[in-house]
């Protein structure tokens, strides 16, 4: 019975290798995502809402993806819309997202399948056979060598080095992943928070200058009555003094209303000079009455900024891994076969040089480097777990100043909006005595003043209420996770 066949000596060591690849396990920390933090309220206040009940805060509701479109403003829709789009910032992001996720493929590519290379080559030579121990009375003259082989190199991820590498370019595409969810939703809430900012401002503008317009007219009233013997010089001086303190706001509000409109166009990814709507009004939005809030314990797997530093840290994870995999031995399986002839035409004969190895490369003595390395690796892992840990406390700190922002808005509105309609009640009475005779015009005058002077601080406060709004489901997370595309958080 004839033995059974026993492999070359190169291909046992190469089959040795390969069970060790199988039974090989990948070295450093095993990266898991850290538990959902048991949080039961982001404030130590009850979270129901402004105490005016205009709104409430819904903890068992989820954040729609356009959670914009609470506002049941058509045109502010479209402005999302339109920067989601067309802006430059998000065209940058994708385009990060793909090269992280190219360098991920090429590195698959590269780590997990041998590299085959097709070589061609044609050479003049010349051989001493006495070189070889071959004496010969006659020295054979020069020849061309033609050769066509085709070379094959694995190298064995035994200890998982090659798999941590892998390991760090899936989180940065998962960072990158995140980065571009987080440019969206700033994004949106930048658009919204700019076109409120801009309708407000636009209201105060306008409501500030029929205010100088009014204090103008009194001022001409109280020239006329000075003139008269009306009125002492004092009281004049004190109204020029008050008209040329209103006339010095309009300036910087006209700045602070074309800052705005030029931030806006940028968004929307057009020139200042082609923003193409006209201004929106306070009028058209209406306050969401009912705001999602989702529970506190899931914030951690829906804010995009805490998601990518969570990405950082896996990263820092498979760094600590390769670098620890470096202080181990690689393996290398090399592989050649092909044909070399002194003709060009014999090329295509057969097979007549093959040869089929196996390389250790052991560091023995690199000065500390690759230790140094290791523990540097696991330094930035440390850095990496407490940025992740503060992203986190970044993240429930804003949610709370957020909602603190719109309850407190409320209060503050119900004032203002109290005050402007005891104001309204008092312009209305001063007009039906002025009409009767009862006043002179200065007061009808004052009294709208006062009017006007109120509008404008309930302006403000409204304005408030929808931009405190819209950074509370912006700091919740904006809804991402329910696109249509998206993965569940």
Known sequence: ???????????????????????????????????????????????????????????????????????????????????????????????????????????????????????LSVARQKVDPAAFGVPLAEQPPPFTLYNASIDVSYTLDVFGGNRRVLEGLAAQVDYQAHELQAARMSLAANVVTAAIRQADLSERLAATRELLAAQTRQQDIMRQRLDAGGIALADLRNQELLVAQTRATVPPLDYQLAQVTHQLATYLGVPPAALPSAPLRLADLTLPADVPTGVPSALTRQRPDILAAEALWRKASADVGVAAANLYPQFTLTASFGSQRTGAGELADGVNVWNLGLGLVQPLFHGGELRARKRSAEAAYDAAAAAYQQTVLDGFRQVADALRAVQTDGDAFDAYDEAWRRADEAGRIAAGRYQAGGISHLSLLDSQRQLLQTRISRTAAEAARYTDTAALLQALGGGWWNEAAAPPP
Request: charged share 20%; hydrophobic share 40%; glycine share 6%.
């Open 1 to 119: 019975m004839p033995s059974p066949a026993r492999l070359p000596a190169p291909l046992s060591l190469a089959t040795m290798a390969l069970c060790a690849l199988v039974s090989g396990c990948a070295v450093g920390p095993d990266f898991q995502s850290p538990a959902a933090p048991d949080v039961a309220s982001y404030t130590a206040q009850a979270n129901t809402g402004p105490s005016d009940g205009a709104q409430r805060f819904l903890p068992d509701r989820d954040i729609p993806a356009e959670w914009w479109r609470l506002f049941h403003c058509d045109a502010l829709d479209q402005l999302v819309r339109q920067a989601l789009a067309a802006s430059p910032t998000l065209e940058q992001a994708r385009a990060r997202l793909r090269q992280a996720q190219e360098d991920l493929n090429a590195e698959t590519g590269g780590r997990l399948l041998p590299s085959v290379d097709g070589n």
